[in-house]
Nanobody, 123 residues
Framework: QVQLVESGGGSVRPGGSLRLSCAAS????????LGWFRQAPGKEREFLAA???????YYADSALDRFTISRVNAKSTAYLRIEILKPEDTAVYYC?????????????????WGQGTQVTVSS
């Protein structure tokens, strides 16, 4: 069983940046893909980015310009950096893990989820 814990969220002014962290525990995760999703109030959960154990990244088209995913396998941790934050980035951000055999973007490909971290962008 994999446990995922996100951190790094908070309240930020528009134009600022954040780096979210996802710490994994419970088993070796080198063979798992780690993904980041977000869910805003009243909206569906949205895929942002994912990264393989071999450090190959995948991004949603909407995340290509301001989001950067990274991963340090030795720390069993993935990161999501968000630049030039906008009010519409306000959401709960979730980390998730899945096996390689499933598609990257659908949320139902992921077996393991963190509890989420709130990001609020407001002036």
């Amino acid at each position: 069983q994999v446990q995922l814990v996100e951190s790094g969220g908070g309240s930020v002014r528009p134009g600022g940046s954040l780096r979210l962290s996802c710490a994994a525990s419970g088993r070796n995760i080198d063979d798992l893909v780690l993904g980041w999703f977000r869910q805003a109030p009243g909206k569906e959960r949205e895929f942002l980015a994912a990264i393989t154990g071999g450090l190959t990244p995948y991004y949603a088209d909407s995340a290509l310009d301001r989001f950067t995913i990274s991963r340090v396998n030795a720390k069993s941790t993935a990161y999501l950096r968000i630049e030039i934050l906008k009010p519409e980035d306000t959401a709960v951000y979730y980390c998730a893990a899945k096996s390689y055999s499933r598609p990257v973007r659908p949320s139902d490909s992921y077996d393991h989820w963190g509890q989420g971290t709130q990001v609020t962008v407001s002036s």
